[in-house]
């Protein structure tokens, strides 16, 4: 139910994809290769299984995992959205697709430079969720990106999106 109106608001601003993590993992060129803020969302309105070693990769050495008691902390029930991201802008050439492309390969175990959203690695559906994404064109996608954050966050209590670890 929270999956399917967030999906609406979502799809009302413009936003559009809502394709599976598995997928992009199959197949990223249905995602623009394009500047612009995507989100992730969880379909399951049920509590989630958090894995104690997730399958995110190990950049320069680092170990993406938290404990399971951080993920818990985090975690917040009446929300399917789990993270907001971003790609290009002014000082990035980055584009969603690349972007995006980054991501799944980080929680498909390679050592990737996407450590932003390494909570989602740690959920047992992670290939489950659901990514969907908004071209921005006449703004920078940092600044759409933290305004969807500040929205959320005025919506929530003052808490961020699950694996949204800065403002």
């Not at 992009?24 to 500047?35: E, F, G, H, K, N």
Request: aromatic share 10%.
């Amino acid at each position: 139910m929270k999956f399917e109106l967030e999906k609406q608001e979502l799809e009302e601003a413009g936003f559009s994809g809502f394709v599976t993590i598995g997928r992009l993992m199959a197949d990223i060129s249905v995602v623009p290769a394009r500047p612009g803020v995507y989100v992730v969302m969880r379909q399951d309105d049920g509590k989630p299984a958090f894995l104690s070693r997730g399958t995110g990769g190990f950049f320069k050495g680092e170990d993406p995992n938290v404990g399971l008691d951080e993920l818990q902390r985090n975690w917040l029930d009446d929300t399917s959205i789990m993270y907001f991201g971003k790609a290009g802008g002014l000082k990035s050439s980055a584009t969603l697709q690349s972007r995006l492309s980054q991501y799944v390969r980080f929680g498909q175990g390679m050592a990737v430079g996407h450590r932003g959203g390494r909570y989602i690695w740690q959920l047992e559906d992670a290939k489950d969720l659901v990514v969907c994404w908004k071209l921005i064109t006449d703004e920078e996608p940092r600044d759409v990106e933290k305004l969807m954050i500040q929205e959320f966050k005025t919506k929530h209590g003052g808490r961020r999106p699950f694996a949204n670890l800065v403002d």
